[in-house]
């Protein structure tokens, strides 16, 4: 019977989030009332939006990455170790042996904390459990004890879905997206870092005031400071550094000039598929728990929608190779990730209320802590990419997504304890930035419940 249940949740999960979300979507409507063909249409509609996101992220892919190869090599990075990225650690991690028990555990998870009020969170994104169990499927490949990988399981589900409580007034106040919240993925666990880099440029007297963002370029520039302007100018700035010749790099451009414009439309079709059961479900909730708040937990592509987003995106795929020079130590090749590297620091744009400025500290930094965490978890990612038969011929495997979180990081160590001296270090700084993120969170709310009031 369990051997039958494992095969199903796999075959659904083999099909992708643009298949596996739809099913999920539409089942959880009918369940709580929503009629069937406006179930089947809204999940058809979600669906809709993520082969359109893939699409795109493909695109970028297949554009930015052979740019960013040829970036490292102009530039004379000799990096030992490649990084997969989230294309190759979330199959890996899939293929692990604690993967299909993760699934009802990570949803278990959410059910109980709801239950006893310790989350708001409602995560229907299913396909991005992967990040939890990611952690798990690290520490039994390293420890080799299978109930120590589940706890890892539970661990990060327990703190992404608070990450989804934190991060949902930015949600609401800077992208618009009422309701809802993404409480895993790159994007959620590394933001914490931004919400200490802002409160300190809040300090520094004539930084402070620095303000850049796509409309203030707009309105000081005109027609350039467009995001459709703005993607072609970055787009065709990349294939320059990487070496092309105007054949090359102008269509690089235009590519980014699209991914500027069609990523917003196809973000507003997952949020119409979504209208029917957030309403439902908010109904509901509203009768069982009088007015309590709930948010529906999303990819993290969703942010993607945001020109600043993919703007900043955009400016740190050659940055992030230039971070890569100066960590020391580092063996990193940054390149699975490198295209889609807006990921990392989409909540640290809305922290920074979309100001590009502030960004560029807090996405250093961001990706610095990424690349020195993922440093250190190269022998552990190997482990589970052995184990799984995913190495590809490699020595030695790194992935900046998932590799370089720190509550994979932290998790892990203190099973193991190989690295004390590491793990206080960025425990330290993790826990710091955390408490500036629960205060970043109260603060956003308190200002959108005086707006509501005002009106």
């Known amino acids: ?58 695109m970028m892919n297949a554009q930015l990455g052979p740019a960013a190869q040829a970036m490292s090599e102009r530039f004379g990075l000799t990096l030992s170790v490649v990084d997969v990225g989230w294309p190759g650690a979330s199959p890996m991690t899939w293929a692990s042996g604690i993967a299909t028990v993760a699934i009802p555990v990570a949803i278990g998870v959410n ?7 310790l989350t708001k969170t409602v995560n229907i994104d299913v396909w991005n459990i992967w990040h939890m169990t990611f952690t798990g499927a690290i520490c039994y490949a390293v420890t080799g004890n299978f109930w120590l990988g589940i706890l890892g399981v539970v661990v990060h589900a ?51 005031k620095i303000d850049i963002t796509a409309d203030t ?9 467009e995001p459709i302007v703005i993607g072609g100018l970055l787009g065709a700035i990349v294939g320059f550094l990487a070496g092309y010749g105007p054949q090359e790099a102008l269509p690089l451009g235009v590519k980014m000039s699209a991914v500027m414009v069609l990523m917003p439309k196809v973000v507003k079709c997952i949020m119409e598929g979504l209208m029917p059961l957030s309403e439902r479900a908010k109904e509901i909730m509203t009768k069982r728990f009088g007015d309590s708040e709930f948010y529906i937990g999303l990819d993290p592509a969703i942010l993607l929608g945001d020109p600043q987003v993919v703007t900043a995106g955009l400016i740190f795929m050659p940055l992030t190779l230039l971070i890569a020079v100066i960590v020391p130590g580092n063996t990193i090749l940054p390149f699975g990730d490198l295209a889609t590297i807006g990921f990392f ?25 990424t690349i020195w965490i993922a440093n250190q978890t190269v022998p552990w990612v190997t482990a589970l990419a052995t184990t799984t038969g995913s190495t590809d011929g490699a020595t030695l495997v790194g992935a900046l997504d998932q590799g370089g979180s720190p509550i994979t990081y932290i998790y ?12 206080i270090v960025i425990a330290a700084i993790y826990v710091i930035c955390m408490i500036f993120a629960i205060r970043c969170s109260k603060q956003r709310a308190a200002a959108l419940r005086a707006a509501e009031e005002a009106e």
Not at 111 to 117: E, N, P, R
Not at 217 to 225: A, D, R, S
Not at 345 to 369: E, P, Q
Not at 417 to 423: F, H, K, T, Y
């Open 1 to 58: 019977m369990l051997n039958a249940i494992a095969a199903a949740i796999n075959y659904v999960i083999d099909m992708g989030a643009s298949v596996m979300l739809p099913i999920v979507i539409a089942i959880l409507s009918i369940i709580m009332g929503v009629k069937v063909g406006k179930a089947i249409r809204s999940g058809l509609m979600i669906g809709v939006g993520f082969v359109g996101l893939g699409l795109i992220v493909d």
């Open 111 to 117: 059910i109980l904390m709801l239950v006893l009020k």
């Open 158 to 208: 327990a703190i992404a879905y608070k990450l989804g409580d934190i991060w949902a007034p930015l949600m609401t106040d800077y992208f618009e997206l009422d309701g809802l919240t993404v409480p895993h993925g790159t994007s959620a666990y590394m933001a914490p870092i931004a919400c200490v880099i802002d409160a300190v440029m809040d300090k520094i007297p004539g930084v402070k």
């Open 217 to 225: 370029l707009q309105e000081k520039v005109g027609v350039l400071g």
């Open 345 to 369: 620091i989409a909540i640290a744009v809305a922290v920074h209320k979309g100001n590009l400025f502030r960004t560029l500290f807090s996405g250093t930094a961001i990706m610095y802590m």
């Open 412 to 423: 892990t160590q203190l099973c193991t304890l190989e690295n004390i001296p590491g793990l």
